[in-house]
């Protein structure tokens, strides 16, 4: 699989991203309060996450391509969209979520074999019987993503750049501090940097399985450090933030993965072009028979 990325410190084997750093800051400080104290390496795990991105298709005429792979609640989903739009973008980010599963598992299960179920919160999960995967998807007019990691919760949000100047009620969002932050930066600044504030929690909300059930005004980012500085809810995340960059467009993505203990995220970025879908066949789906132009790249912030 081919993996196009800009890599930061050392490149992890057959692909093009670095693995990230992940710092104990509670353990630094107590050594640095021992005089002549020993110092010890943080022993950490390592976490996995594969990203994945795709142009929405436009559908062309005739019958949408790859329909055959989506399950019956997909279909019925699929089936209560009106507008095309909306059913381009439905089926182009379940269509990939199937292929990232499927890779994420060696091809033990086959796109078209996946099913789902949904927890109590409403969060999407593989259904009974099937590889138990942590997934999340997003998508925006003319992008979808999906993270996939098999050993710890994430969250993925994609927004369109550059973003339109931030206005009430999207205010209603921000923390406190938050809002003092943007209110003295400029227009142009203000509305990226909302967007990345946006992006993170929605990211957070996801890997939580809590979509919009959580009051984001009760978290503070600290864009800086990617970290939140509070929280309603006691639950350790590590956040990485992506850009997707083509000649026209760019996309901000950002990415939650649950963490109990110094871990760090190795995370891998796969671009297909699912808006190409003459590739698609009944049975038999190939990521490989989809890589990305290379003119378009993932680059880690």
Partial sequence: MKAFGIPSKQKSAGHGRGVSEW?????MAAISNRPNAPVRAVIQETCRVDLWASFVSDGGKGPPHGIEL???????????????????????AHILLRLALSDAVNGAVRPAEWCFERDEHGKLKSARGLPKLHFSLSHEEQMSVVAVSATNPVGIDVEPL??????PPVWSAAAPAERVFL????AEDRAHDFLRLWALKEAYAKMLGLGHGLDFCSLEVDLARRQLRQA????KAAFETHMLWCPDDCYFVALAVGIDHPTSIDSRGH?????????FTQSEISP?????????KWHWL
């Avoid at 009106?82 to 439905?90: M, V």
């Avoid at 209110?183 to 400029?186: I, W």
């Avoid at 671009?271 to 879908?277: N, T």
């Fill in 288 to 296: 490989q028979e989809a890589v990305w132009p290379k003119r378009w």
């Fill in 70 to 92: 989506l399950d019956k609640d997909d279909k019925r989903r699929y089936a209560r969209l009106h507008l095309r739009s909306d059913q381009n973008r439905f089926l182009t």
């Fill in 162 to 167: 550059p973003a339109c100047p931030v206005a």
């Fill in 232 to 235: 309603e809810i006691d639950c």
């Fill in 183 to 186: 209110s003295q930066e400029s």
């Fill in 23 to 27: 710092v104990d800051m509670t353990s």
């Fill in 271 to 279: 671009l297909l072009d699912l808006a190409g879908a003459s590739w």
